[in-house]
């Protein structure tokens, strides 16, 4: 059974085998309309205000969606009139990178990254202009006669009036603060796992965690952000 983050499912998980099938649950626009099926029964029109699209395109999705093998229909809602049909998909879906419709892995990472790199590009700006005083700094290091550019970093006062923190670089690690940092991030999905869910009282915040051995004879995967 695969290991979730963010929440737990305990159903049965669909595996999808053929490249139709991991096309469309690669594309958003066609999973925004599959979703309100996941592990519930349910009628175009239910499904169409859920999705906040027309039941038109909702129908055109639906029958895509049965052909492909992703929706089936479980039955029929009597009522005044012809009855509403009634369809479920499955609660888990998972998709083999093989078959997704990308050039290669990288492509496909970018792809999905690409909704949370423009939230991530807003809410820094927006949390830039609030703060009075903010910079980029190019400077060579004294130590190690290297170039850096990063954003300048705040005082302890500001930083404390502001929850908010971005930091993006690459670092060099030894083994053993490597697996320190894995243990560290480890813990910290295991926290965030435990209550990250809507709810009164809470912010949505964009967290992103992510240490990945870089190859150190790629020069490209070395330079770090323009000036």
């Known amino acids: 059974m695969p290991h979730t983050i963010l929440g737990s499912y305990r159903g049965e998980w669909f595996t999808a085998s053929t490249p139709e099938q991991a096309r469309l649950l690669s594309d958003p626009a066609a999973l925004r309309h599959l979703t309100p099926f996941m592990g519930r029964t349910l009628g175009a029109g239910a499904a169409a205000r859920e999705a906040g699209v027309s039941v038109e395109r909702m129908l055109y999705r639906v029958r895509q969606f049965v052909r492909a093998g992703l929706l089936e229909q479980v ?3 009597r009522r005044a009139g ?42 820094s700006g927006r949390r830039l202009h609030r703060l009075e005083q903010h910079a980029r700094l190019i400077y060579r ?28 670089g690459v670092m060099w690690l030894d083994e053993q603060t490597a697996h320190k940092m894995s243990a560290l991030m480890d813990e910290w999905r295991e926290l965030l796992g435990k209550d990250s869910s809507k709810r009164e009282g809470a912010q949505p915040y964009l967290i992103q965690m992510v240490l990945l051995a870089l190859d150190p004879h790629e020069p490209d995967e ?3 952000p323009p000036g």
């Open 75 to 77: 039955g029929q809602e």
């Open 82 to 123: 012809r009855p509403v049909k009634l369809y479920r998909a499955p609660g888990g879906l998972r998709i083999p990178f093989a078959l997704t419709p990308f050039d290669d892995l990288a492509a496909q990472v970018a792809r999905h990254g690409q909704p949370y790199d423009r939230l991530r590009a807003r809410a």
């Open 141 to 168: 290091d004294d130590r190690q006669g290297e170039v850096h550019s990063e954003t300048e970093t705040l005082g302890p006062e500001v930083l404390a009036a502001h929850l908010s923190r971005d930091f993006m």
């Open 222 to 224: 070395l330079l770090g």
